[in-house]
């Protein structure tokens, strides 16, 4: 057989295919990220799942960067092949035919076998799996390092590899080919040495192609096998097959030309020699000349949009005998994805299709109906068992939320199915004797089934026909406990498909006069295309109004679910659907989780909700009823989950003044977390803490991972920090939100992020004067000054230093009093003011001794080096420079030998000592970049480029000075980037470069006479 080879391959190892030369995909994560995308072809993989494949133990920083490049470098290389890789939102997809990646050309020929075999054409069925096997160069992916995104779709493709090579033996079979079946056998019982059955059709082949000694050492071999390693002897459909050749058994009649090839120990006997199931006495089809043809499935959605790619995988799944389940948040559009790929299918079951709404969700009064949920004027089908007058059915169980939850029984379920069937009453009486007589049934007329709303497992169990039926399952909850069904996770759409579904409802002429309106409106429905519905609905019963309208009554998220109704279509209805089968614990949970804000959360924070740790199985429900969604771990190993946007506006509408506590403990432990983060950074010199701020204690392996690297999870956590100031803040925990923000300094300015310092700071501030907290307001003002000072604006920062030294005095904090001093001495330093500076300083020195404050003390004698330097009092400047570095060394404060060292690099510097002064500068750039602090790094750079190009090395001191430079500009150190661009200035002079000398040097005079004007006006 000739085996084609697609352009693209993961049946085997990784490999691309172009005509001429082979492409060069560039090392290990390029062709990670591209055997990730060709695994999920023509479907978005998300940012955070591209990562943990690429860096499943320690992300970089610049994980999107990194990402975009290696996706451009694909891109490029891949420029002549069938295929596009698309950036979607923050992830990836690539788009291709199925013909040309062999992994998708597999499972369309085993999909278009089994539509063959179900139209009697079992010849060319048998082909199409021959061809589809030949695909198979080995173990997926075998040249890579396995990622666990990839287990499930290989375990997948694992499954349907066995499948089709089973399918192709008993096709080979069934058409009397038994020596080809031999060698497919063969390869099959070596990969699962202990399955029976294939040892057992395996003695078959080679007994009916005249083999019979084969045969019977076949059995010996299995024999041995089981005897030796599992202590067990062979089964008694294996003992049967044994018998058959020692007894010289011919093989079966060939099948009717309309039938489906199966073999006689699988053939289903009736009657009273067969030993059959009770029911066949008491039931049986009405008529079966004329069997009942049942045509259940409800309309299909003439704006069906998007969902291309689960679609095909539904459709593949719904082959025959195949299960596939299909599960997400309340109003993704299960129903309306398992009814378009019903109708897509069912030309394939000429037998008929039933639908069945198993009230999963339902409540007396409110049965679920068929079809789309989001389907206005939907009504019931025939069929359906929640008709008119079919409430709760006995052994409702009571909701925790109140009401009685009524999932359908199973045995009334299969009695709807068996009327529809057409079986004679009376039924029987027993669950499983109906579901025994529901597979009888089946088994002679295979039928596509179509379970809606499903509770759960058990439930859905006894409705599994078995055979060549194809069953699809829906619900809330995750259903994962069904062995071998394909599982459908569905997720909001993405934007341009949730654009597409809206403009179906609306019409396109009205939203293309405003595009942007319209993508808010989506935005504002989360995605979620029950939401969009509901809004399309409203527009189109409004020609009067612009989308523009809309979407202003929609930004106000208090009223948002109130707006997102539409006759029998409500969001927030939906949602309590599944709000009240939750239990207490669970529902507290939700509804806390929806004052905590947008950003993901990690899983301790459902601990602070209930105030006790351990609470994953809390977490676990909620989750499972897909009201909570797990997005990925963080860089040090945390699960983080998320509310879908609209669930989260749900809870927050539902969270009262009973649920506040849980805000509260929750921002306590955020600050537990920072402090014990905190500690271990290498400065926390102007740390100030609130005494009165409270703590909750976050789990011990949470604290560890903490402690391990807590520059990493305040990089991980920096973004919901913020946050978590914000929303204490706005439900008035001022000394929560203070506390908080005050905790966040020292990481702040080890990274600079003056941004977020000055944000939270300024929230905390006001929350604090609201509340009359003085230490707030004065903890708040002093960070603030701090940012001010970094920025330049002296002014600003001496009135901020200032007023937070009244407030500490007047409370009594000497610490706090001293901090602000440091600030007033800083200020006077950067103006000239060296009489103030030292005066500040040796006030704020004398404070710290009177503490015993050793760290503030080591500042205090660094500043005064400092100012002494600055009046060229070298001797002054020595003395308390050593005396700064002995007391750093003895703390083990690297970072404060680190700034001292930039002081003595300046004192050599000015002494003549060149070589000590570079030794002094190298050593303090080498500390502040082990650190990550590229600020400090930034004055090193320029200390060290300056004392370089003094020396004539002219090329290595302009690149350290240009790259100080940048770091001033970036941070928006306008002191630091002047002096740096006055140094490169006078460097670039002294070489003969003038005209790029007098660019340098007039951007200094430029900016200067702009600062001196804004100081005037300051």
């Known amino acids: 057989m000739t085996v084609e080879k697609p352009t693209f391959s993961v ?78 939102g923050s992830g990836y997809a690539i788009e291709l035919p199925p013909h040309e990646l062999d992994l998708l050309l597999f499972e ?118 089981l005897v030796t390693e599992l202590g067990v002897e062979p089964g008694p459909e294996l003992r049967r097959a044994h018998e058959a050749v020692l007894a010289g058994e011919p093989p079966p009649r060939p099948p009717a030309p309309h039938g489906l090839p199966t073999e006689p120990a699988l053939a289903i006997v009736s009657g009273p020699s067969g030993g059959g199931s009770p029911q066949g006495a008491s039931a049986s089809p009405a008529d079966p000349a004329l069997p009942v043809v049942p045509r259940q499935l409800p309309p299909d959605l003439v704006d069906f949009t998007g969902r291309t790619g689960e679609a095909a995988e539904l459709t593949r799944a719904l082959a025959p005998g195949g299960v596939a389940v299909v599960t997400g948040p309340p109003g993704v559009g299960k129903t309306a994805l398992a009814v378009r790929c019903a109708h897509a299918v069912r030309e394939a079951y000429p037998h008929g299709q039933l639908f069945l709404s198993l009230g999963g969700t339902a409540q007396p009064g409110n049965p679920a109906q068929p079809g789309n949920p989001a389907q206005p004027g939907n009504p019931a089908q025939p069929g359906n068992i929640a008709q008119p007058g079919n409430t709760a059915q006995p052994g409702g169980a009571v909701s925790p939320r109140g009401g009685v939850w009524s999932p359908v029984e199973p045995g009334e379920l299969l009695a709807e199915a068996l009327r529809a069937l057409g079986a004679a009453e009376p039924l029987p009486p027993t669950v499983h004797e109906r579901a025994a007589l529901y597979r009888t049934l089946l088994a002679e007329r295979p039928m596509l089934v179509v379970l809606d709303d499903a509770a759960g497992a058990a439930q859905v169990r006894p409705l599994l026909p078995g055979g060549g039926s194809a069953v699809v399952v829906t619900g809330r909850r995750r259903i994962t406990e069904l062995p071998g069904a394909a599982r459908i996770d569905l997720d909001v759409l993405p934007q341009s498909e949730a654009l597409e579904l809206l403009t179906a409802i609306v019409g396109a002429e009205r939203l293309e006069r405003e595009p942007e309106e319209a993508a808010a409106i989506v935005r504002a429905c989360g995605r979620l295309p029950l939401a969009i519905r509901v809004a399309g609905a409203r527009l189109a019963a409004r020609p009067g109004w612009s989308p523009a309208v809309l979407r202003r009554r929609l930004d106000d998220e208090t009223l948002r679910l109130a707006e997102l109704r539409a006759g029998d279509l409500e969001v927030r209805e939906s949602f309590d659907r599944s709000y009240r089968l939750l239990p207490d614990d669970a529902a507290r949970t939700f509804r806390a989780l929806g004052l905590l804000g947008t950003r993901p959360l990690p899983g301790w924070v459902v601990d602070a909700v209930l105030d006790r740790h351990r609470s994953d199985d809390v977490t676990d429900v909620l989750v499972d009823a897909n009201l909570l969604r797990p997005v990925g771990t963080d860089l040090l ?114 990274r600079c992020h003056f941004g977020a310092w000055a944000e939270t700071h300024r929230v905390a501030l006001e929350a604090a004067r609201a509340a009359g907290d003085r230490a707030g307001e004065a903890a708040m003002l002093r960070g603030l000054g701090q940012v001010a000072l970094y920025h330049d604006r002296y002014a600003q920062a001496a009135g901020m230093f200032r007023r937070s030294r009244v407030l500490f005095r007047t409370l009594g ?9 440091c600030g007033l001495g ?3 330093q950067f103006r000239g003011d060296r009489a103030a500076a030292s005066r500040h300083f040796r006030r704020a020195l004398g404070m710290f001794v009177s503490l015993d404050d050793r760290s503030g003390e080591a500042y205090a004698r660094q500043a005064l080096g400092r100012t002494c330097l600055s009046a060229g009092d070298l001797d002054g400047a020595a003395d308390w420079l050593g005396g700064a570095l002995r007391m750093a060394r003895e703390l083990g404060d690297a970072h404060r030998e680190g700034c001292v060292s930039l002081q003595i690099g300046r004192l050599h510097d000015l002494a003549g000592e060149t070589g000590r002064a570079m030794r002094a500068q190298g050593r303090a750039l080498t500390i502040f970049e082990g650190f990550g602090d590229r600020h400090c790094a930034a004055y090193a750079m320029q200390g060290l480029g300056g004392l370089q190009a003094a020396r004539g090395d002219w090329r290595h001191g302009s690149a350290r000075l240009e790259s100080s430079l940048a770091i001033f500009r970036q941070l928006g150190d306008r002191s630091g980037e002047a002096a740096t661009r006055r140094l490169l200035g006078e460097l670039h002079r002294s070489s003969g470069r003038r005209a790029l000398a007098r660019g340098y040097l007039h951007a200094v005079t430029a900016r200067q006479a702009a600062e001196d004007t804004v100081i005037s006006h300051d």
């Open 826 to 828: 800083a200020v006077g």
């Open 813 to 821: 904090d000497v610490r706090g009093e001293a901090v602000s001093v």
């Open 637 to 750: 190993g945390q699960p983080r989950y998320r509310l879908p946007e609209l669930l989260r506006v749900d809870a927050r509408d539902k969270a009262g003044e009973v649920d506040m506590p849980a805000l509260a403990r929750v921002v306590a432990g955020w600050t537990a977390a920072a402090e014990h983060a905190t500690a271990r950074l290498p400065t926390t010199v102007f740390r100030l803490a609130s005494p009165a701020a409270r703590r909750w204690r976050l789990p011990d392996d949470a604290l560890r991972r903490v402690a391990a690297d807590p520059v990493s999870w305040f990089g991980a956590e920096h973004e919901t920090l913020v946050e978590a100031v914000r929303l204490a803040a706005e439900a008035g925990l001022a000394g929560a939100a203070w506390g908080l923000a005050a905790a966040l300094v020292p990481y702040f300015d080890l």
């Open 11 to 88: 049946l085997g190892p990784l490999e691309v295919r172009l005509p001429g030369t082979a492409p060069r995909l560039g090392g290990p994560k390029p062709r990670m990220l591209l055997a990730t995308l060709l695994l999920h072809a023509n479907r978005t993989v998300g940012g955070d799942e591209l990562a943990e494949v690429l860096w499943p133990d320690h992300r970089p920083r610049s994980t999107a960067a990194n990402l975009r490049t290696y996706a451009s470098a694909l891109r490029a290389e891949l420029g002549r092949a069938p295929a596009r890789i698309r950036a979607l």
């Open 108 to 225: 369309e020929r085993v999909a278009a076998s089994r539509e063959c075999r179900a139209r009697g054409r079992p010849d060319e069925a048998a082909d199409l799996l021959a061809r589809a096997l030949a695909l198979w160069q080995g173990v997926p992916l075998s040249d890579l390092p396995g990622r666990s995104l990839w287990d499930r779709r290989l375990e997948r493709l694992a499954q349907a590899r066995l499948r089709a090579a089973e399918d192709l033996v008993e096709l080979l079979m069934a058409a009397g080919e038994y020596g080809e079946a031999v060698g497919e056998l063969r390869a099959l019982v070596a990969d699962h040495p202990f399955r029976e059955d294939l040892w057992r059709r395996l003695m078959l082949a080679l007994h009916w192609s005249g083999r019979q000694g084969e045969a019977l050492r076949a059995f010996g071999t299995i024999r041995e096998h």
